[in-house]
């Protein structure tokens, strides 16, 4: 991948030794060795919460090594805060961008870096000139008075990413950055790491827990796992099931076996649905599809093209502004979340935290946080904690819940753990409908697998499934059909047995439309932003 | 499709309930002692302006303190009853922090309770007690839950934020009974504005100064524990004050679970005041206040908001009222001091995180509910 490389290019840039850090009850870093060299793509490969981010946060100053040390260029540093990290040229693309919304594309780039004509006044005509070049030296000119807000999520990356290379920045550690990427966008940015690698010698930190990616991007393969660094792999001398096995420490099934499905009667029927956001605008607009029983229906689309909106607008949660959806023919367009869950709809929101689950509850009120009214779990206004700990303990046991006690409160669970959490919950036997939306967002591989056996056992029982996920891969590997949102409107839907995924991230980027008709849609954003 | 191999969740075992009471009270009793030092500091200050400083002061005020408290089966039942209207007010406060409210218009509530039982008693003053007192009590009830009602109404549909609306109807009740009692509440025939004689309505005194209102306050705390913690209602209280959108998800319906907690609230101070009225003034004028709706607040706080604790910082801000004027009397230090002792407490309460991370002690959770539900920022209160 990085064949003419400069002169240094081989000398380790960075090394970290014997680095460990201990959290109250959980060893986060246990030892681990890790070395970057010059002009060098470093791939840290590892589920989430092997230890990945505590490392980086120790390189880039936000905590501090139990033991270990940290050398650069060979020499040992003590690195206390992110300026410092910042001066010693380590810059970090956060997973959530650090960007401010209304500021322009500039003055993010300058803030806390501001370079001065005089004492009192910025000097903005030598920062503007600056961003530009170095834009323009890697194909991707940005105008420096633009509005952050008024971008596109990849594009804010690349603001991030100029961000670092306006500080000269020689390490550069990006978390998860492709985890909001259409996979053209994906391929744009990794064109761009490519780039800086090669012609500026700059070492990068690539954390990831995809594999595809990790293989195609990477010089060099670091695997963590539970705190240690479990194996290092060449992307030549490796594939995705050797590095799935180091990664979680056991065969996984890497792709859902959701064999052959026998689709009924329609279940769900969603017909000409117009809902509005929070402020009252309209963000989908006439959307129709059928979920059938015995089927998986997928919703693709990059976030914040109506989706969420959707989702809570079929699930009690929104006001729908016109149209219709019936469940097995009966009306539910304003059904409230109650009355759905009586009518056999389970639910598995996106936020877990913010819908899902009290965290501060132990997880036996969570698991019957919408049953707790009726029998067994009441009589009358008494609550029956027999029969609520009762099935606490079996659905614990059946959906695999790790958990010391059905007592614990479920924030002290893992995020896999919470989630199966909410799915035994959901998944009722009996349930008519299931909303998925993001069901797997940042979970661990093993619950990943989990959750998705579960979901085609619930479709070949005769549930109708609806799944919403950023994931294309999820949504193509999992789903039956796959319809495409783009600003609003459902602008296809294919089979995803045969859909092929370059053509599916177009539609999520563009709507199937010509490029001229998307810059149109952008400067209409535009104007709605000024 | 075998099961997960994903590690276990860190084994935080469950502390056993000796282990977390004591999580639970440690700041609270760090607070009264720390507040019992700074005032026993100030007393010996005081000292020095009489010429001759005196560093047993402190000792001899808190000895005097403690036998006017509890030296005497009086001076026991005289705590217990001066601790009642601050359970009730207490519990007031509480049950708002489980639902994520800061009912800080318990003032209001009681003041509302006590007009209801002071003007409805006297209207009923002629019928036989066994009709007489619960009318009067009920009077007390409701007005102090219309009270609780408004800014609960005002909070689920407006989404104005109760800290605010509850401030303005202290204020509104104040101005109302003045108005009333000079006005169309006036009972003839007395040499200044007050309501008329509760005649049957009066509380029986059951031994020296314990009045029925007292087994009411002491009997709520169970109800309130018993409500929150094993009814359906509790739940969705509970629920809605930890994480509304959850009880949204979950099919609850948090506007209405504010009004009814709010009212609830009220009822619980209107209670208050009306045990007040009819088992110790027996009337009201036109300025009649208490303290009891500000130190409800510190109660509920240093109770940590639950009905048992509340309980018990109720008896102790009781037992320190009832033990005051002895100490005035045998150490000469004013009653005041007691004031600034509460204060103190409410300051040591309130610097929580201060306090833990001074003598390293791990918080079991991020921060206490109630404290979280203080530090909710304004307007973060939408309509449901």
Redesign the interface.
Same mark, same amino acid.
């Given at each position: 991948m990085t064949e003419s490389q400069p002169q240094e290019t081989g000398d380790i840039a960075l090394e970290m030794r014997g680095v460990t850090k201990r959290y109250? !009850?959980?060893l986060a870093n246990d030892h681990i060795d890790l070395d970057v060299r010059r002009g060098e793509i470093h791939a840290l490969l590892g589920?989430n *919460?092997a230890g990945k981010s505590t490392l980086m946060n120790i390189l880039y100053g936000l905590a501090e090594p139990d033991e270990g040390e940290i050398l650069l260029d060979g020499a040992p540093v003590k690195i206390s805060g992110p300026s410092d990290a910042i001066a010693r040229g380590i810059s970090m693309v956060h997973q959530h961008f650090m960007l401010v919304p209304v500021l322009s594309v500039a003055e993010n780039i300058l803030l806390g870096e501001e370079p001065m004509a005089n004492p009192v006044f910025l000097d903005r005509r030598e920062a503007h000139t600056r961003i530009r070049a170095l834009g323009r030296q890697f194909g991707f000119e940005v105008e420096p008075d633009a509005k952050v807000g008024s971008l596109s999520v990849g594009w804010q990356q690349r603001v991030e990413i100029l961000k670092a290379l306006y500080r000269n920045a020689q390490i550069l550690v990006l978390d998860e950055p492709t985890a909001v990427l259409t996979p053209q966008e994906t391929r744009e940015i990794f064109t761009v790491l490519r780039q800086l690698a090669r012609e500026l010698n700059t070492s990068i930190i690539f954390i990831s827990h995809k594999l595809n990616e990790v293989l195609d991007i990477a010089d060099r393969i670091t695997v963590i796992r539970?705190g240690k660094v479990v194996g290092s792999r060449i992307p030549s001398e490796t594939n995705e099931e050797d590095l799935a096995e180091l990664m979680? !420490?056991?065969d996984v099934l890497l792709t859902v076996d959701r064999g052959e499905s026998h689709p009924g009667d329609p279940g769900l029927v969603v017909e000409g649905l117009h809902v509005a956001d929070d402020h009252g605008h309209e963000v989908v607009h006439g959307v129709s599809f059928e979920v059938r029983k015995g089927e998986i229906f997928g919703l693709a689309g990059v976030a914040g093209n109506g989706q969420d909106e959707l989702v809570e607008a079929l699930?009690g949660?929104r006001k729908t502004a016109s149209g219709k959806a019936t469940l097995l023919g009966k009306d539910i367009t304003t059904a409230?979340?109650?009355q759905l869950?009586q009518m056999g709809v389970g639910?598995v929101?996106a936020d877990r935290h $913010?819908? *899902?689950?009290?965290?501060?509850?132990p997880l036996t009120?969570n698991i019957v946080?919408?049953d707790?009214?009726q029998a067994p779990y009441?009589r009358g206004?008494?609550?029956n904690e027999d029969a609520i700990r009762a099935r606490s303990e079996s659905s614990i046991a059946e959906y695999?819940v $790790?958990?010391?006690?059905a007592?614990?409160s479920a924030g002290?669970?893992?995020g896999?753990?919470q989630q199966?959490l909410v799915v035994a919950r959901e998944f009722a036997d009996d349930a008519k409908l299931l909303v998925l939306d993001q069901p797997t967002r940042g979970l661990?591989v *093993?619950?990943i697998?989990?959750i998705h056996?579960q979901a085609v056992k619930r479709r070949n029982a005769g549930t109708a499934i609806l799944l919403v996920s950023a994931e294309l891969d999820e949504v193509l590997e999992l789903s039956d059909r796959v319809g495409v949102m783009y600003r609003g409107e459902l602008v296809a839907v294919v089979d995803a047995r045969t859909a092929d995924r370059e053509d599916v991230g177009l539609l999520m980027a563009t709507g199937g439309k010509a490029p001229t008709e998307v810059t149109k849609d952008m400067a209409a954003d535009l104007e709605e932003v000024s | 499709?075998t +099961? #997960? #191999?994903?590690? &276990? +969740?860190? #084994?935080?075992?469950?502390p056993s309930p000796l282990a977390r009471l004591l999580a639970m009270a440690v700041v609270p009793l760090i607070a009264v002692g720390g507040a019992l030092i700074v005032g026993g500091i100030i007393i010996f200050l005081s000292s020095f302006a009489t010429g001759e400083p005196d560093p047993t002061l402190p000792f001899q005020a808190y000895a005097s303190l403690f036998k006017g408290a509890f030296g005497s089966l009086r001076g026991i039942l005289f705590s217990i009853v001066s601790a009642a209207p601050l359970i009730l007010g207490g519990l007031a406060v509480g049950l708002g922090f489980k639902a994520g409210l800061f009912n800080i218009g318990v003032r209001g509530q009681f003041l509302m309770g006590a007009l209801g039982a002071a003007a409805v008693g006297a209207w009923v003053a002629d019928a036989p007690p066994v009709v007489a007192i619960p009318v009067a009590f009920l009077a007390g009830a409701l007005l102090g839950a219309a009270w609780g009602f408004i800014p609960g109404a005002l909070k689920a549909w407006t989404g104005a934020h109760e800290v605010v609306t509850t401030i303005m109807l202290n204020f509104i009740a104040g101005a109302l009974i003045a108005y009333l009692i000079t006005g169309p509440l006036e009972a003839p025939g007395f040499s200044f504005s007050r309501t008329g004689p509760l005649g049957n309505a009066e509380l029986p005194t059951i031994l020296e100064t314990v009045h029925l209102g007292v087994f009411i306050a002491f009997a709520a705390v169970p109800i309130v524990w018993w409500l929150l913690w094993?009814? %359906?209602?509790g739940?969705e209280i509970? %629920?809605v004050g &930890?994480?509304p959108? &959850?009880a949204?998800? +979950?099919?609850m319906r948090p506007a209405f679970i504010t009004i009814l907690t709010m009212s609830l609230c009220g009822l619980l101070a209107g209670l208050s005041g009306a045990g007040q009225i009819l088992g110790i003034s027996h009337f009201m004028n036109a300025s009649y206040g208490s303290a009891v709706g500000f130190d409800s607040i510190s109660v509920a706080l240093l109770g940590r908001a639950h009905p048992v604790g509340i309980m018990l910082a109720a008896l102790l801000f009781g037992a320190m009222r009832a033990g005051s004027g002895l100490m005035q009397i045998e150490a000469g230090i004013p009653v005041e001091i007691i004031d600034v002792i509460q204060a103190t407490i409410l300051l040591f309460l309130a610097a929580d995180v201060v306090i833990r991370r001074v003598l390293g002690i791990?918080a079991p959770?991020a921060e206490p509910?109630e404290l979280q539900t203080i530090s909710k920022t304004y307007g973060s209160g939408t309509p449901a």
């Open positions: 109250p !009850g959980v589920e *919460g539970r979680v !420490g056991r699930t949660l409230t979340p109650r869950h639910f929101p $913010r819908f *899902g689950l009290v965290l501060t509850f009120d946080l919408n707790y009214h009441a206004m008494i609550r695999d $790790r958990t010391p006690s007592t614990v002290t669970l893992s896999g753990n199966k661990d *093993g619950s697998e989990f056996s | 499709m +099961a #997960a #191999a994903s590690p &276990a +969740a860190p #084994a935080r075992q469950r094993k009814s %359906t209602l739940f509970r %629920t &930890a994480n959108d &959850a949204r998800y +979950a099919g791990r959770s509910e």
